[in-house]
T-cell receptor, first 111, second 115 residues
Framework: GENVEQHPSTLSVQEGDSAVIKCTYS??????FPWYKQELGKRPQLIID?????GEKKDQRIAVTLNKTAKHFSLHITETQPEDSAVYFC??????????FGAGTRLFVKA | DTAVSQTPKYLVTQMGNDKSIKCEQN?????MYWYKQDSKKFLKIMFS???????INETVPNRFSPKSPDKAHLNLHINSLELGDSAVYFC??????????????FGPGTRLTVL
C-alpha cells in the first residue's frame, strides 16, 4: 500500500524566515496531494492542495511543489509569522478513496 | 451553520464500557471518514463511507463498528473499551467527483479517555 514519509518532524524558524516541509510517497498512481494545518487543540484544515497534473501551486505566502518522477512534494511558507506555528500534515490521495497522512511536522515560529 | 459536527466533544469512561460518537455534516458531501489521532498526533484512517456504503475498513479491531444511517451521518460505536483506545477521534467528509479526491472537512474531534 501507499507509504508517506514527512520530514522534518520538528522545525523551528525565526519570524520572517522561510519554512520548507518535504514529503515522499511510494504509489505512482497517487494523484492528489493536500496539506493540512492543525493548530493546538483544533481540527486539521486544508491550506493548499495540488493534483498530479500540476507541478507547482501558490497561494500568497504558501506554495506547494510536486515532482512526480521522484515522488516527492514540498510545502513552502515564506515570511513566516507566529500564527503559522502549528502541526502541518502532508497527505496523499491514492488511486482509491483512501487518503494517507504523513506523520506531521511541528512548526515553531519564534518572534 | 457548523459544517461537520461531532458529539460528544469529550468522553471519559471506564475500561470495558461501550460508547458511541456521533457525526453529522451539512455540506451535502457523499463521503465520510473516521480518523484516530494518537498522542503523537499521527492521523490514521479507520473507516470511510461513500453514499452509506463502507469503502475503507483499515485494520481496526472488530470492537469498532461504524454506522451510516444516511449520507449526512456517520456514527462510531466502540465496544469493550481498552486503555489503548484513548485518542482524539475525528470525523471528516468530502465531495466525491468520480474517483478524484477533494478537500476533507474535519469535525472538531472527540477526545476519548479510557480509565
Amino acid at each position: 500500500g501507499e507509504n508517506v514519509e514527512q520530514h522534518p518532524s520538528t522545525l523551528s524558524v525565526q519570524e520572517g524566515d522561510s519554512a520548507v516541509i518535504k514529503c515522499t510517497y511510494s504509489d505512482s498512481a497517487s494523484n492528489y496531494f493536500p496539506w493540512y494545518k492543525q493548530e493546538l487543540g483544533k481540527r486539521p484544515q486544508l491550506i493548499i492542495d495540488i493534483r498530479s497534473n500540476v507541478g507547482e501551486k501558490k497561494d500568497q505566502r504558501i506554495a506547494v511543489t510536486l515532482n512526480k518522477t521522484a515522488k516527492h512534494f514540498s510545502l513552502h511558507i515564506t515570511e513566516t509569522q507566529p500564527e503559522d506555528s502549528a502541526v502541518y500534515f502532508c497527505a496523499v490521495g491514492t488511486g482509491g478513496f483512501k487518503t494517507i497522512f504523513g506523520a506531521g511536522t511541528r512548526l515553531f515560529v519564534k518572534a | 451553520d457548523t459544517a461537520v459536527s461531532q458529539t460528544p466533544k469529550y468522553l471519559v469512561t471506564q475500561m470495558g464500557n461501550d460508547k458511541s460518537i456521533k457525526c453529522e455534516q451539512n455540506l451535502g458531501h457523499d463521503t465520510m471518514y473516521w480518523y484516530k489521532q494518537d498522542s503523537k498526533k499521527f492521523l490514521k484512517i479507520m473507516f470511510s463511507y461513500n453514499n452509506k456504503e463502507l469503502i475503507i475498513n483499515e485494520t481496526v479491531p472488530n470492537r469498532f463498528s461504524p454506522k451510516s444511517p444516511d449520507k449526512a451521518h456517520l456514527n462510531l460505536h466502540i465496544n469493550s473499551l481498552e486503555l489503548g483506545d484513548s485518542a482524539v477521534y475525528f470525523c471528516a467528509s468530502s465531495r466525491t467527483s468520480g474517483r478524484a479526491h477533494n478537500e476533507q472537512f474535519f469535525g472538531p474531534g472527540t477526545r476519548l479517555t479510557v480509565l
